[in-house]
Protein backbone atom coordinates (compact mmCIF):
# COMPACT_ATOMS: atom_id res chain seq x y z
CA UNK A 1 0.00 0.00 0.00
CA UNK A 2 1.05 3.61 0.20
CA UNK A 3 3.05 5.26 3.11
CA UNK A 4 2.66 8.33 2.84
CA UNK A 5 0.06 10.85 1.63
CA UNK A 6 2.40 11.90 -1.34
CA UNK A 7 2.65 8.13 -2.67
CA UNK A 8 -0.74 7.74 -2.32
CA UNK A 9 -1.63 11.45 -4.71
CA UNK A 10 1.33 10.23 -7.08
CA UNK A 11 -0.86 7.25 -7.42
CA UNK A 12 2.31 4.88 -8.51
CA UNK A 13 3.04 7.34 -11.98
CA UNK A 14 -0.86 7.52 -12.94
CA UNK A 15 -1.76 10.88 -11.02
CA UNK A 16 -1.86 13.18 -13.80
CA UNK A 17 -4.34 10.70 -15.91
CA UNK A 18 -6.66 10.04 -12.33
CA UNK A 19 -6.61 13.64 -11.13
CA UNK A 20 -7.47 15.16 -14.38
CA UNK A 21 -10.49 12.25 -14.83
CA UNK A 22 -12.18 13.18 -11.19
CA UNK A 23 -11.73 16.66 -11.90
CA UNK A 24 -13.76 16.08 -15.80
CA UNK A 25 -16.41 14.16 -14.14
CA UNK A 26 -16.85 17.03 -11.07
CA UNK A 27 -17.29 19.52 -13.23
CA UNK A 28 -19.63 17.77 -15.83
CA UNK A 29 -21.72 16.89 -12.02
CA UNK A 30 -21.53 20.60 -11.49
CA UNK A 31 -22.32 22.01 -15.27
CA UNK A 32 -24.77 19.61 -15.96
CA UNK A 33 -28.04 20.37 -13.85
CA UNK A 34 -26.99 24.07 -14.96
CA UNK A 35 -27.53 23.10 -18.44
CA UNK A 36 -30.38 20.99 -17.72
CA UNK A 37 -32.36 24.16 -15.80
CA UNK A 38 -31.33 26.35 -18.90
CA UNK A 39 -32.59 24.49 -21.49
CA UNK A 40 -36.09 24.12 -19.56
CA UNK A 41 -36.19 27.29 -19.35
CA UNK A 42 -36.13 28.02 -22.83
CA UNK A 43 -38.44 25.23 -23.65
CA UNK A 44 -40.58 27.22 -21.10
CA UNK A 45 -40.12 30.50 -22.62
CA UNK A 46 -40.55 29.41 -26.35
CA UNK A 47 -43.85 27.31 -25.48
CA UNK A 48 -45.38 30.63 -23.58
CA UNK A 49 -44.57 32.60 -26.68
CA UNK A 50 -46.60 29.94 -29.02
CA UNK A 51 -49.30 30.45 -26.70
CA UNK A 52 -49.22 34.04 -27.12
CA UNK A 53 -48.98 34.17 -30.69
CA UNK A 54 -51.85 31.55 -31.00
CA UNK A 55 -53.90 33.81 -28.82
CA UNK A 56 -53.24 36.93 -30.90
CA UNK A 57 -54.11 34.90 -33.94
CA UNK A 58 -57.50 33.68 -33.10
CA UNK A 59 -58.07 37.42 -31.62
CA UNK A 60 -56.98 39.03 -35.09
CA UNK A 61 -59.62 36.19 -36.82
CA UNK A 62 -62.59 37.74 -34.92
Known amino acids: ?31 EPLAINNRRKAIVNRLKREIRAEKFDKEGMK
Request: charged share 5%.
Open 1 to 31: MWNSPAEFFEMGGYALYVWCSFGVCALILIL
